[in-house]
């Protein structure tokens, strides 16, 4: 027994001294923490100086100017389509067939007119021999000769208009075989099978993507600095191909609904571009050369203003700046920041003027 109360006594001793130490350890690291400055993790960017577009960027919509509504040349019954919606069709290629049996008779008749006249002119033509070698030798007379020399004529005339009627027929027949006039997708089928047309009725329509028109609205404000001929880049979700154009036409009249100006520009021949689809237009209307960009998140709001922090020596030095023009995720400094200053960027929001900072490695350099 007299064993077992002496250990107990120590353990419970040594636990009172290993509960002040430690009690004071924590109090003198806490101390040497409070007497340590804090500091900031940020990371940092370069004030840039590069040449700066002044754009205006709109929403808008392609217009397909090829869109015929094909419809028919010639009376008659659909025996057979070729073309249906989303079909893509060449020039000349054969859409709609239109029954041509009533051409093909006009055209047999037509041929045996020819043949018949064909036939008469040339036992006219041997008439007027005979009675050219009579004359000469005085058995009949001058006018005997004229008058079958005008019967000869008037066959010849005769058979000419036969002809005629004949390539009528012909080019009446071709336009039962309707054909594509541009290359292009067939948007609509209008007719079928069976059906009877009359001329100038619809059959098919077929948009073609060669030349296309963007329409972009702008607003009524900047209307006077804007004019034909400017550049305007153009982009669609069809295609990732950019385009640049320039502005063939303004609409004069202010739109009533949105209160915008119709700027027209015209894309012609581009894979993938679709009429109908949305297009995204900026209208290029200058540039600021040698412009001082920054990161949008290095302009930070305070009393006195837009500021950014300059770092020298790992110290944030407060600086008040006049911004300009906001493009991509850049921020224009037009007054208070000269270009190659070294900014604070991630973390700026946290900073205030002369504030320690550390400086995140991975993102020294842009």
Not at 55 to 82: F, Q, Y
Request: charged share 25%.
């Amino acid at each position: 027994m007299p064993f077992k109360r002496y250990s107990y006594t120590t353990i419970l001793f040594t636990l009172i001294i290993s509960l002040c130490v430690y009690g004071c350890s924590k109090k003198e690291a806490d101390q040497d923490s409070k007497k340590k400055p804090q500091t900031t993790l940020i990371s940092t960017a370069i004030a840039e100086a590069k040449k700066l577009e002044v754009r205006e960027e709109s929403i808008g919509s392609l217009e397909g100017l090829i869109d015929p509504t094909i419809a028919a040349e010639v009376a008659g019954r659909v025996i057979k389509i070729d073309a249906h919606p989303g079909q893509i069709v060449k020039k000349g290629q054969i859409l709609v067939l239109i029954d041509a049996t009533d051409y093909a008779l006009q055209r047999n008749e037509a041929q045996a007119e020819i043949a018949r006249l064909e036939a008469l002119l040339a036992n006219q033509s041997r008439i007027v021999e005979r009675n050219q070698t009579l004359v000469q030798k005085k058995f009949i007379s001058q006018n005997a000769l004229e008058d079958v020399t005008t019967q000869q004529t008037a066959l010849q005339q005769q058979l000419d208009g036969a002809k005629a009627r004949m390539a009528i027929i012909e080019h009446t027949k071709a336009k039962t075989s309707v054909l594509a006039p541009v290359d292009g997708v067939v948007q609509k089928q209008i007719v079928s099978v069976g059906d009877f047309v009359k001329i100038g009725d619809p059959l098919v329509q077929v948009i073609g993507k060669q030349k296309l028109r963007a329409h972009l609205p702008v607003p009524e404000n900047i209307a006077a600095k804007i004019h034909v001929g400017i550049n305007v880049r153009l982009s669609t979700p069809t295609s990732d191909k950019v385009v640049m154009a320039t502005i063939r036409e303004l609409k004069p009249m202010i739109g009533e609904t949105n209160r915008a100006i119709d700027v027209i520009a015209d894309v012609s021949d581009e894979a993938g571009w679709q009429p109908g689809a949305s297009v995204k237009g900026e209208i290029i209307l200058g540039e600021h050369a040698g412009a001082v960009l920054v990161p949008e998140q290095s302009v930070v709001l305070r009393p006195a203003g837009e500021v950014v922090y300059v770092i020298k020596n790992n110290v944030a030095l407060q600086k008040i700046v006049k911004t300009g023009l906001r493009q991509d995720g850049k921020i224009e400094i037009l007054e208070g920041l000269d270009a190659n200053a070294v900014i604070a960027k991630d973390g700026a929001s946290f900073l205030t003027d002369q504030t320690k900072v550390s400086i995140e490695a991975a993102k020294k350099t842009q």
